[in-house]
């Protein structure tokens, strides 16, 4: 249900992991038609993923409340609570699933604008992520390439493309880069599945720290996302904290945790593979550095910045090289880099809420593509995962009908998650070297 038009807006944010929270929570913060004096409520998706205290402290992203849901006690929360606005910061069937719920629950009565989109590149699964956030009243695109693919694929399978929205990564910004420090310092910005080997992330790690042997005056920073087992968006089953084990590392280098923001606030060159902090560094024009050296590949996810001009080898980083970035390629992809467009790249967004908002009578029910005639041998599986029954009404014995969890249940929940982590970390590579033999 929406929130009085007299009050001050109330926003919803439904996350699934520690990076869309991040997104979530900040973009709800940019597209919202007045900040000052906005509700910001966050509800956390209980999964494998759910972030820890740890985690959510880093992103820099606050709520005015936040607690763990599962996605039926969701739908149940946005029947009782009256809100303007609910940003979905979820995988694309997770987006699906609560489309269909927030359908069921709401019905054609008054409800609130219901926003979706990506936490960064969109790299895979183009046309599959799409259709599932199809129904959202608004479908976010991070730059004016992505506007363009997304309704290219709306319109392609017959689909209302009205709700995509250009807008820009809700969490550039910092200090501009004013040169060169001392010491100068390299950060490499690791992600938990790419690459997903382990050859592939131990030669990452053997050039990083080869790269600070041959470097000794520099400061090499390897940033992580996560400790062990603490889960983010994707699974990370090879943790470069358990490949550095056992090494001896020059005394140049070292493993940093943290808000991407601060590292980037004393970094002198950005390297990664395909990692979104690639923007947030040339955002700030900071020298970025893709790697080629596993190929450039759309299973790495470099194959986004072809044409960015950042694209370079360990071989070439060791030997000096600071790749310059083409400002076309910037100017497409919405990093501002220094041009002062960022202030106003949610102003379509707000507006477009806006006119929502004050729309005389109820919002129209949502109505995503998938439906149990366009795909009944897909979307019932997507539901029943999030126990919700094709038209999304909640299964029977699914939580929504049971009490908030206690403690003791809380407990016991928070133990069968870090068992299911350890389990993903060491057990299964354990059990899949072994079916090699």
Request: glycine fraction near 10%.
């Amino acid at each position: 249900m929406p929130a009085s038009a007299t009050k001050s807006p109330r926003i919803a944010v439904l996350a699934d992991s520690d990076t869309r929270w991040k997104w979530g929570a900040l973009t709800a913060r940019r597209i919202a038609p007045a900040e000052a004096g906005i509700r910001l409520d966050g509800y956390l998706l209980r999964g494998r993923a759910t972030p820890t205290p740890r985690q959510l402290a880093e992103t820099g992203a606050t709520a005015d409340s936040l607690r763990e849901v599962t996605g039926a006690e969701f739908l149940r929360a946005m029947t009782a609570e009256s809100y303007d606005i609910v940003v979905l910061a979820l995988v694309g069937g997770g987006v699906q699933a609560m489309l269909h719920g927030l359908r069921h629950a709401w019905g054609s009565g008054p409800r609130p604008v219901v926003v979706t989109g990506y936490v960064g590149v969109v790299y895979e699964k183009l046309a599959d992520g799409l259709l599932l956030r199809h129904g959202a009243d608004l479908v976010l695109a991070n730059s004016a390439q992505d506007a363009d693919r997304f309704r290219a694929v709306y319109e392609g399978v017959g689909a209302d493309a009205d709700a995509v929205t250009e807008v820009a990564l809700p969490f550039l910004g910092g200090e501009a880069y004013a040169g060169e420090r001392a010491p100068y310092t390299v950060t490499f910005a690791a992600q938990p599945s790419v690459p997903e080997n382990r050859v592939d992330r131990t030669y990452l790690l053997d050039r990083l720290i080869g790269h600070a042997r041959r470097h000794p005056e520099r400061e090499v920073l390897l940033k992580l996302r996560s400790k062990p087992g603490e889960h983010t968006t994707h699974i990370e089953e090879l943790p470069y904290q358990k490949l550095v084990r056992g090494r001896e590392l020059p005394t140049n280098f070292r493993l940093v945790y943290g808000h991407m923001g601060e590292v980037l606030d004393r970094t002198d060159l950005l390297v990664t593979v395909s990692s979104t902090a690639a923007l947030e560094s040339l955002h700030r024009s900071i020298p970025t550095a893709v790697l080629t050296d596993l190929g450039v590949r759309e299973a790495l996810g470099n194959h986004h910045f072809l044409g960015s001009g950042c694209l370079t080898s360990w071989d070439r980083l060791d030997a000096g090289h600071r790749p310059e970035p083409d400002p076309e390629w910037l100017a497409r992809q919405g990093v501002a880099a220094g041009e002062g467009s960022y202030a106003g790249a949610f102003d379509a967004a707000r507006a477009r809420i806006a006119a929502l908002l004050e729309r005389s009578g109820a919002l129209p029910p949502l109505s995503p593509y998938y439906t149990p005639e366009t795909a009944p041998g897909y979307l019932p599986g997507i539901l029943a995962r999030h126990h919700l029954g094709p038209d999304g009404a909640p299964l029977p014995g699914s939580p929504a009908t049971r009490a908030e969890a206690g403690p003791v249940r809380q407990i016991v929940r928070r133990a069968a998650r870090g068992a299911y982590r350890h389990g993903v970390q060491r057990v299964a590579p354990v059990i899949r070297r072994m079916g090699e033999l």
